[in-house]
């Protein structure tokens, strides 16, 4: 992500797993039908604080899943089951202020096992997206 032209945030998806196990004793299935585990590695820049906004994360609610067939999801993918599935410790941060890295587990609970996965912070004008199954 960049502010004025500076890169004040960098990210990488590491591995996308479908039908991921939960780990937290308080688990429950799926909403919407897979679990997708996204490991996470975040990295940001001390000028990210000059920024309008001084954090970035990979909240749940800028994850849009769109099946094989084109037809995009209309209900959230951080449903509560996608949020036990972990315990927290195994859980990639919501977000990360300026000089901070992390690597973690993003959850998201999706209807096919099969799709693309779209990520945009509400304020950008684009995002990213990626297969899943990872190809």
């Known amino acids: 992500m960049t502010d004025k032209d500076k890169t004040v945030a960098s990210f990488v998806i590491n591995s996308i797993q479908v039908d991921a196990p939960c780990t937290n004793e308080y688990a429950t299935a799926p909403e919407n039908g897979h679990f997708i585990a996204l490991n996470v590695s975040m990295?940001?820049?001390?000028?990210?604080?000059?920024?309008?906004?001084?954090?970035?994360g990979l909240a749940g609610y800028g994850w849009k899943a769109i099946?094989?067939?084109?037809?995009?999801?209309?209900?959230?993918?951080?449903?509560?089951s996608a949020m036990m599935c972990l315990p927290e410790t195994e859980r990639f941060p919501s977000a990360l202020g300026p000089g901070e890295k992390a690597t973690g587990t993003i959850i998201l609970d999706v209807p096919t096992p099969t799709g693309v996965l779209v990520h945009q912070q509400g304020f950008m004008a684009?995002?990213?997206?990626?297969?899943?199954?990872?190809?």
């Open 43 to 56: 990295e940001t820049d001390p000028a990210l604080a000059e920024s309008v906004i001084p954090q970035f």
């Open 126 to 135: 684009a995002g990213w997206e990626w297969e899943y199954p990872a190809k």
């Open 67 to 80: 099946a094989e067939n084109g037809t995009t999801f209309n209900g959230s993918l951080s449903s509560f």
